[in-house]
């Protein structure tokens, strides 16, 4: 065989590799994409009977299991987060952070979009589109925020909110690794918002900037919220019971617009009549009508 017949050969199968690997990636995507939306459909099936438990006394039969991951979560949040958040803060400027927020809001304002059509919210939808072009072109690709100053004030939607919408119950409580409280609905709805992710959709060549820029959204996030969270959790008696109130109240009322329903207690019914105190028209069981009725030990003593 001659030098240039396997250098030709060398050649064609290098060709083959390298076109069935984009394909190999493309298909493994496909069935990651598979799973995801049956795992999604699964758990709605199964969160269909969950009840609507209020949030001051919630489902929670993990708790065993809930509050050392909650601890857990806390610990790196104070020793690896909190660090990371407060550099964030010292090293990028106050403008800069403004942009760097306003533009991943506007990044990830498709999932808002996608869901005020699954809530069949059609004029907020019309509103929202509106919002996600006028910034995405006037705003510099959403490093400003022209449409809150235009009247297209945001709104915060999710699939867990859609899911809740349409009657599926919140379920148990749980917390999770790193990612913090959350309930079964809102669990299937993370799984959800994966496939109305912008991010989803970059080809698999271009992962290490998906995760930059998704590192340096987790970093700005936390840097607005997490310090004052910190603060707040320090002067609670109970930190896990705080969060886990907290979080479904504020659940509840997105998933209601902020108008959630309100909860009537229920009275119990008045004490029998043989439990009430004997009154001028109605006379003791023992003894004349306004005269209180003698102990069962003692005898009333004889009248005159």
């Known amino acids: 065989?001659?030098?240039?017949?396997?250098?030709?050969?060398?050649n064609r199968r290098n060709d083959h590799c390298t076109e069935a690997a984009p394909n190999g990636s493309r298909r493994r995507r496909a069935v990651f994409t598979l799973s995801?939306?049956?795992?999604?459909?699964?758990?709605?099936i199964a969160l269909s009977g969950c009840a609507h438990t209020?949030?001051?006394?919630?489902?929670?039969?993990?708790?065993?299991?809930?509050?050392?991951?909650?601890?857990?979560?806390?610990?790196?949040?104070?020793?690896?987060?909190?660090?990371?958040?407060?550099?964030y803060v010292r090293a990028v400027p106050q403008t800069a952070r403004n942009g760097i927020s306003n533009f991943f809001s506007n990044l990830f304002y498709p999932k808002v979009i996608v869901n005020d059509l699954l809530q069949a919210k059609f004029l907020q939808s019309l509103s929202d589109l509106g919002r996600f072009l006028l910034n995405s072109s006037a705003g510099l690709g959403g490093l400003m925020d022209v449409a809150t100053r235009a009247g297209l004030p945001e709104h915060n939607e999710d699939f867990g909110q859609t899911l809740g919408y349409w009657g599926i119950g919140p379920g148990w409580y749980l917390v999770i690794p790193f990612l913090g409280p959350m309930d079964n609905r809102d669990a299937i709805g993370f799984a959800g918002d994966y496939f109305a992710n912008?991010?989803?959709?970059?080809?698999?060549?271009?992962?290490?900037?998906?995760?930059?820029?998704?590192?340096?959204?987790?970093v700005d996030l936390t840097s607005t919220t997490l310090l004052d969270y910190q603060?707040?959790?320090?002067?609670?008696v109970d930190p896990y019971v705080f969060v886990r109130t907290a979080y479904l109240q504020r659940r509840q009322?997105?998933?209601y617009d902020g108008h959630p329903p309100v909860r009537t207690l229920e009275l119990?019914?008045?004490?029998?009549?043989?439990?009430?105190?004997?009154?001028?028209d109605k006379p003791a069981e023992s003894g004349t009508a306004g005269q209180?009725?003698?102990?069962?030990?003692?005898?009333?003593?004889?009248r005159p």
Request: aromatic letters at 8%; one cysteine or more.
């Open 231 to 236: 603060n707040l959790i320090d002067a609670q």
């Open 54 to 87: 209020p949030p001051d006394d919630p489902a929670d039969p993990l708790e065993g299991i809930n509050r050392p991951v909650f601890a857990f979560n806390q610990k790196v949040n104070r020793h690896v987060i909190e660090p990371v958040a407060r550099g």
């Open 292 to 302: 209180p009725a003698a102990p069962a030990s003692v005898k009333p003593p004889p």
């Open 253 to 255: 009322a997105l998933v």
């Open 198 to 218: 912008p991010l989803t959709y970059v080809r698999s060549q271009y992962d290490g900037y998906v995760i930059g820029v998704t590192a340096l959204y987790y």
């Open 1 to 10: 065989m001659s030098i240039t017949s396997a250098q030709t050969k060398f």
């Open 268 to 280: 119990p019914d008045s004490a029998d009549e043989s439990d009430e105190a004997p009154g001028p």
């Open 36 to 44: 995801m939306l049956g795992c999604c459909l699964f758990s709605v």
